[in-house]
């Protein structure tokens, strides 16, 4: 069983940052591509960063290139997501995902964590 545990989600300032974390166990973290997502209130769940397992490859939507920055440390089985510049159209619910293939979190996730909540203030 994989298990996704999320935080680092809180109530900040437009222009303000926030450094999510998302700590994977029980299987190899290095096999898997991880990802982040967000959903607000009415609207779909988007994907706001892809990492593939050895972080070779990363891919962001246009939505949040250049603000948004997904990393992931294998040797503490952590995936984050610092968030620069907020808007408050930003403000969701943001989750981690992981997956056996980089593609996949294009829209999915195999396994999902709990969600943390990230809310901008205007």
């Known amino acids: 069983q994989v298990r996704l545990v999320e935080s680092g989600g809180g109530l900040v300032q437009a222009g303000g940052s926030l450094r999510l974390s998302c700590v994977v166990s029980?299987?190899?973290?290095?096999?898997?591509?991880m990802g982040w997502f967000r959903q607000a209130p009415g609207k779909e769940r988007e994907n706001v960063g892809r990492i593939s397992g050895l972080g070779q490859i990363i891919n962001y939507p246009d939505s949040v290139k250049g603000r948004f920055t997904i990393s992931r440390d294998n040797a503490k089985n952590t995936v984050y997501l610092q968030m620069n510049s907020l808007k408050p159209e930003d403000t969701a619910v943001y989750y981690c995902g992981a997956a056996t293939t980089i593609r996949t979190l294009q829209h999915e996730a195999d396994y999902w964590g709990q969600g943390t909540q990230v809310t901008v203030s205007s």
């Open positions: 029980g299987r190899t973290f290095s096999t898997y591509a």
